[in-house]
Antibody, heavy 120, light 107 residues
C-alpha cells in the first residue's frame, strides 16, 4: 500500500525550530518529487515547498511566506522527506501534510498530517 | 494565480445533483485538480487534469472545463460525499494554489 506518514509535530515557542519527517512506503521514493502543504486551523490549504527527485537535481522551491526559514531535504535511502522549520512564528501554526507529486504535477498521495502549534 | 470557488457553502439532499464552480485568475489550460477533505483528514484526490477521474473514485464524480472556468459535478449525492471540496491549479507547479473551498452539507 502506498503510504505517507508525517511525524515530529508538537508545541513549540515562537523563534524556535522543529523538524518534521515524512516517511514513505509502498513505492520507489527516490523516483518522485515531494511537497509539503499546511492548513491553519479552520483555513484552506497552502503550499509550503517541494523537493525534486535526485534525478532532477534534488533542488527545492519554497513559498514566499517560509522562504529563508524552512528547508526541505530528503534521504532516499530511508524513504524520508524532512521539513526543517526555524524562526517559527505563531502564524506557522497548522497541520502540515506531505505529498507525493505525480509525474504530471498533481498530488496523488497525501499523508494524514502532523500538527504544529507555535505558542508561548 | 488566484483561484475562486462558488458557492462557499452548499446545502443539498441525498440524491441531488451538485455542481461546484472554480475560476482561475488567468488561463491554466487543464492543469486543475479537485480534492475532497473531511474534518480532521487529509485531502483526497478526486479529479486531475480537469476531467480525469482518479483510480478508485466513484463515477458519480466528474470534472469539466479548461482555461479559467471549471466545474466539479456529483451526479447523485451520497452520504459519504458531505465534505469540503477544493480546486487546485498546478499550471505554475510547484507554486500551486487552491481555491478557498466549498462546504457541502446536509439540507
Amino acid at each position: 500500500e502506498v503510504q505517507l506518514v508525517e511525524s515530529g509535530g508538537g508545541l513549540v515557542q515562537p523563534g524556535r525550530s522543529l523538524r518534521l519527517s515524512c516517511t514513505a512506503s509502498g513505492f520507489t521514493f527516490g523516483d518522485y518529487a515531494m511537497s509539503w502543504f499546511r492548513q491553519a486551523p479552520g483555513k484552506g490549504l497552502e503550499w509550503v515547498g517541494f523537493i525534486r527527485s535526485k534525478t532532477y537535481g534534488g533542488t527545492t522551491q519554497y513559498a514566499a511566506s517560509v522562504k529563508g526559514r524552512f528547508t526541505i531535504s530528503r534521504d532516499d535511502s530511508k524513504s524520508i522527506a524532512y521539513l526543517q522549520m526555524s524562526s517559527l512564528k505563531t502564524e506557522d501554526t497548522a497541520v502540515y501534510f506531505c505529498t507525493r507529486d505525480s509525474y504530471y504535477y498533481y498530488m496523488d498521495v497525501w499523508g494524514k498530517g502532523t500538527t504544529v502549534t507555535v505558542s508561548s | 494565480i488566484q483561484m475562486t470557488q462558488s458557492p462557499s457553502t452548499l446545502s443539498a439532499s441525498i440524491g441531488d445533483r451538485v455542481t461546484i464552480t472554480c475560476r482561475a485568475s488567468q488561463s491554466i489550460s487543464s492543469w486543475l485538480a479537485w480534492y475532497q477533505q473531511k474534518p480532521g483528514k487529509a485531502p483526497k484526490l478526486l479529479i486531475y487534469k480537469a476531467s480525469s477521474l482518479e483510480s478508485g473514485v466513484p463515477s458519480r464524480f466528474s470534472g469539466s472545463g479548461s482555461g479559467t472556468e471549471f466545474t466539479l459535478t456529483i451526479s447523485s449525492l451520497q452520504p459519504d460525499d458531505f465534505a469540503t471540496y477544493y480546486c487546485q491549479q498546478y499550471s505554475s507547479y510547484p507554486f500551486s494554489t487552491f481555491g478557498p473551498g466549498t462546504n457541502v452539507d446536509i439540507k
